[in-house]
């Protein structure tokens, strides 16, 4: 228990709060309007049906831990979750197993590789560095406890539906589409299974992970997602305590450093949140105690994340003050005002 002293410190100490409503829904507006007529990158066509998304959408989110939603363009078009699902499956195998499990099974260091690298695993012996690359993320997936494929599946649906504060359905297009051209992810799987660190059949395991990319989800469902990570697991729309504030703080750990793949030192350089794209279009990037941005655009670079997206989050980063590394010397005389 903190006596009253502590407690003033810390609070003088906290990350501070989003600007007053009106200027956030203006700064995301103007973020909007900069880069929508950006048309650097490519839509993503190793899955077919990725290919037929129309480059021109853009949807820019931002949710406080309030719940204020603040949005530009298209924040309810949907499109499957991709690669962003890595993270809050992770969240819930750390609800369920722990800190510790998951990082002596899966890892938590970045490979600096592709995020479907075999290579990574081999120099690795087995181990899938970290849960935010494919292989990582269907040994993950494999460690949701469940009866079944068919448990684990719905308790994966669930769990992410929790975060988004409403029920999130599979796109079965998507999903069919993926599962006719996941081979290489098979192959991953069989490779884990090999080195032991899968413990459930691996094409079951596979086709459970093929399904929770398929959810299909908005830039605004991101944004929601984002903030009951940054609201110490408590979703701002529906209150309930999704998972614990130490397992929010495990899973932007392994965000802040493997969530942008390769680019992963280059994006909390340039921008400083922990966050995770998907190659759909999709950004969920969060900034502790304040909220979340949540993006859609799907024009990638070559490391599969949406161009919009980074540089809409990179303004916003800064005209927001949500740089986690951002700080200004502190003064006395500033003690009862967050500092942003």
């Not at 369920?96 to 970045?110: I, M, T």
């Not at 590789?113 to 970290?130: Q, R, T």
Request: charged content about 20%; glycine content about 10%.
């Amino acid at each position: 228990m903190f006596d009253e002293d502590v407690l003033s410190i810390a609070q003088r100490a906290s990350t501070g709060a989003l600007p007053p409503g009106r200027t956030v829904d203006e700064l995301v507006r103007l973020a909007h309007e900069r880069y929508a007529g950006v048309d650097d990158g490519a839509v993503a066509d190793y899955i077919p049906v990725l290919a037929e998304a129309d480059p021109r959408r853009f949807g820019l989110a931002v949710v406080g831990v309030d719940g204020e939603r603040h949005e530009a363009g298209d924040t309810d078009v949907a499109f499957s979750i991709q690669s962003i699902s890595k993270a809050f499956v992770l969240a819930l195998v750390c609800e369920e197993l722990g800190h510790r499990a998951v990082r002596e099974r899966v890892g938590v260091n970045n490979t600096g590789l592709p995020f479907n690298s075999v290579i990574a695993l081999e120099l690795n012996a087995g181990s899938p560095s970290n849960p935010m690359v494919n292989a990582g993320a269907i040994a993950t997936t494999a460690l949701l406890p469940a009866a079944s494929a068919e448990e684990r599946w719905e308790r994966v649906r669930d769990g992410l539906s929790r975060f988004a504060g409403r029920d999130l359905e599979l796109d079965e297009t998507v999903y069919v589409s993926e599962a006719e051209t996941n081979q290489r992810n098979r192959a991953i799987a069989k490779l884990l299974q090999s080195y032991d660190r899968l413990d459930v059949d691996p094409l079951e395991t596979v086709d459970v992970y093929t399904r929770q990319c398929a959810l299909a989800v908005t830039a605004h469902d991101l944004a929601v997602m984002g903030a009951t990570l940054a609201d110490g697991g408590t979703n701002p729309v529906t209150g309930e305590q999704v998972v614990s504030a130490e397992v929010c703080r495990d899973t932007l750990a392994v965000l802040a450093s493997c969530g942008l793949y390769e680019r992963s030192g280059d994006w909390l350089f340039e921008i400083g949140l922990p966050a995770k794209s998907g190659v759909s279009g999709g950004i969920v990037a969060v900034a502790p105690g304040k909220g979340a941005l949540g993006a859609y655009s799907p024009r990638l670079d070559a490391a599969g994340n949406s161009v919009r997206g980074q540089r809409a989050c990179a303004y916003l980063s800064r005209a927001l003050g949500l740089n986690l590394f951002a700080s200004s010397r502190w003064s006395a005389s500033e003690q009862e005002t967050p500092h942003v």
